[in-house]
Nanobody, 116 residues
Framework: QVHLVESGGGLVQAGGSLRLSCAAR???????MAWYRQAPGKQRDLVAI??????NYADSVKGRFTISRDNAKNTVYLQMNSLKPEDTAVYYC????????????WGQGTQVTVSS
């Protein structure tokens, strides 16, 4: 099994910064760690993903958000700078584990609210 614990959300003014953390407890090999977000009434979208040796970002956050990992701690971070009101959403950590049978696991979600 995989247990994910997220932290770091909150309320911030536009232009401010927040850092999200997600710690994964698992015996399985981690293939990727990612952050998604879901605004009210909208679908859940990929924000950033970290795979072995590569990272990718949604166009809307490029240059403002940075995803990083501490593999020794199985922890992924999302540094969010220059936040905008449109970044307001519930942010979810996602971890993909396994070799032959790959599975996705989700964190409980953390609210990020950016005021104008």
């Amino acid at each position: 099994q995989v247990h994910l614990v997220e932290s770091g959300g909150g309320l911030v003014q536009a232009g401010g910064s927040l850092r999200l953390s997600c710690a994964a407890r698992t015996i399985f090999m981690i293939n990727s760690m990612a952050w998604y977000r879901q605004a009210p009434g909208k679908q859940r979208d990929l924000v950033a993903i970290s795979r072995l040796g590569s990272t990718n970002y949604a166009d809307s956050v490029k240059g403002r958000f940075t995803i990083s990992r501490d593999n020794a701690k199985n922890t992924v971070y999302l540094q969010m700078n220059s936040l905008k009101p449109e970044d307001t959403a519930v942010y979810y950590c996602n971890v993909n584990v396994g070799i032959n049978d790959r599975r996705d696991y989700w964190g409980q979600g953390t609210q990020v609210t950016v005021s104008s």
